[in-house]
């Protein structure tokens, strides 16, 4: 990894919704913030169903741009394994309640959640964003204690009162919002933020 700042973690698990993950690791590179990406089985199970683009072609070209590092979920030796290694926080995108289930409980049985772990253990900025629907009471208490531990729960959800035109503003709407819970971004971009009520028709 070129850039020697400290990395933002982005951890893939198997929920829908692998263009989120997608669009988040390519919005950093694009903002020259190195990255460090784990994802776990599941994820690329799904990401088969869902990107035209193969996971490995994904990874070969953000790897091309140098500011990029991917370790295996059973990477347990990798440096984000450990407290010592400095990172700005972690995005776990999506989030399937598999994972939020195991974070909320410590289980750090493999890397993606063991990042995670650390992170709360340090205090480091964490936001999960959550697929799943409907949730039940298991999901909601599992999600609720990531909340108490300081984790942003992000969930997908479109903003219909900026009336998003498709998937994708809807997808970008979330990825900026990660970005400024995570303090990459101070603000939204201009066309995001909500002015109050428009001038009747
Ligand atoms: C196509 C597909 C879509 C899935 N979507 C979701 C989802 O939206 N949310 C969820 O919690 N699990 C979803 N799952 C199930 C998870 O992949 C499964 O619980 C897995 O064990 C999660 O493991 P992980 O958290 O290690 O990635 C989906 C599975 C498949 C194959």
Known sequence: MEN??????????????????????????SMDVPVVVTASAAARLVWREEMEESFGAA????????RFA???????NAPIASGTFPTRGMAIVPCSMATAAAIA????????????DVCLKERRPMVIVPREAPLSAIHLDNLASLAHLGVTVLPPNPPFYLKP????????????RTLVA??????????????GPRDAD
């Open 4 to 29: 020697s700042a400290p990395p933002v973690i982005v951890g893939i698990t198997g929920a829908s919704g692998s263009v989120m993950a997608a669009t988040t690791v390519e919005r950093l590179l």
């Open 105 to 116: 409980h410590g289980l750090a049985d493999n890397l993606l959640r063991r990042a995670a």
């Open 59 to 66: 990874l070969e070209r953000w790897t091309d741009e140098g």
């Open 70 to 76: 991917y370790y295996s979920f059973g990477e347990l």
């Open 165 to 176: 035109a498709t998937i994708d503003d809807t997808v970008s709407f979330t990825v900026e």
């Open 182 to 195: 995570l303090g990459i971004s101070s603000e939204l971009p201009i066309g995001m933020v909500y002015r």
